[in-house]
């Protein structure tokens, strides 16, 4: 059985301290002169949800970069409910200002576990405030993110989000996803394997190969 996202999936920008520190010196730039007071969101579009195991094919010519982040899932009664691992899948771009949604809307640009796991596991949202989660290509160590250094923690990021929007049960709300040191965030190609893994949580496996010319 292969699970998919019921609602909308809706991931966070800048949400990570070392990712913030690197964007700062830009945020006094054109369009916006000021830095964002508010949680940046974008969605993840049907279209990219990739059950886990599948394999994705990459853009011709394009960067692709994999992205680790946690998962809230909303239940009934409109706060989280379960919690998930996804890779959240980009091609490479140099600007948040209106990213087009070819960047992040390609095809199985959303790797998925095969369930969620219900927060009462998990020890609730407390349980997470220290999860660290590992990303690995071919089974080599590329990246650790851990929640810690959140900018908006996760009952603050729900807070603010509700401030302007209403969380319906079945949507799934990203945390956001931690860059490299050098801005960038692991690279895939074709042939390329991508786990990402935390405690508690099943993990999300993702495999990469060439486009095939249509």
């Given at each position: 059985?292969?699970?998919?996202p019921?609602?909308?999936?809706?991931?966070?920008?800048?949400?990570?301290?070392?990712?913030?520190a690197?964007w700062?010196?830009?945020?006094?730039?054109?369009?916006?002169?000021?830095?964002p007071?508010?949680?940046?969101?974008?969605?993840?579009?049907?279209?990219?949800?990739?059950?886990?195991?599948?394999?994705?094919a990459?853009?011709?010519?394009?960067?692709?970069?994999?992205?680790?982040?946690?998962?809230?899932?909303i239940?009934?009664d409109?706060q989280?409910?379960?919690?998930?691992l996804?890779?959240?899948?980009?091609?490479a771009?140099?600007?948040?200002?209106?990213?087009?949604?070819?960047?992040?809307?390609?095809?199985?640009?959303?790797?998925?576990?095969?369930?969620p796991?219900p927060?009462?596991?998990?020890g609730g949202l407390?349980?997470?405030?220290?999860?660290?989660?590992e990303?690995?290509i071919?089974?080599?160590?590329?990246?650790?993110t851990?929640l810690?250094d959140?900018?908006?923690?996760?009952?603050?990021l729900?807070?603010?989000v509700?401030?302007?929007?209403?969380?319906?049960?079945?949507?799934?709300?990203?945390?956001?996803?931690?860059?490299?040191?050098d801005?960038?965030?692991?690279?895939?190609?074709?042939g390329?394997?991508?786990?990402?893994?935390?405690?508690?949580?099943?993990?999300?496996?993702q495999?990469?190969?060439?486009?095939?010319?249509?």
């Amino acid at each position: 059985m292969s699970w998919t996202p019921p609602g909308t999936v809706y991931g966070t920008l800048l949400n990570f301290r070392g990712e913030w520190a690197q964007w700062q010196p830009r945020m006094q730039d054109k369009p916006y002169l000021a830095p964002p007071k508010a949680p940046v969101l974008y969605v993840k579009t049907a279209n990219t949800f990739a059950p886990h195991g599948t394999a994705v094919a990459l853009p011709t010519g394009e960067a692709v970069e994999a992205a680790a982040s946690l998962g809230l899932l909303i239940g009934g009664d409109g706060q989280p409910s379960h919690a998930l691992l996804v890779n959240d899948v980009s091609v490479a771009h140099a600007s948040y200002y209106r990213p087009p949604m070819r960047f992040r809307n390609r095809d199985g640009f959303l790797g998925l576990p095969l369930e969620p796991t219900p927060l009462a596991a998990l020890g609730g949202l407390d349980g997470l405030a220290l999860l660290e989660i590992e990303l690995r290509i071919h089974g080599v160590h590329k990246q650790t993110t851990t929640l810690r250094d959140l900018v908006r923690d996760i009952p603050a990021l729900l807070r603010d989000v509700a401030e302007f929007m209403t969380l319906q049960p079945g949507d799934v709300l990203l945390v956001g996803s931690e860059a490299l040191p050098d801005g960038t965030r692991p690279r895939v190609a074709a042939g390329d394997a991508v786990e990402v893994s935390a405690p508690g949580l099943k993990p999300v496996l993702q495999r990469f190969e060439e486009e095939v010319p249509a």
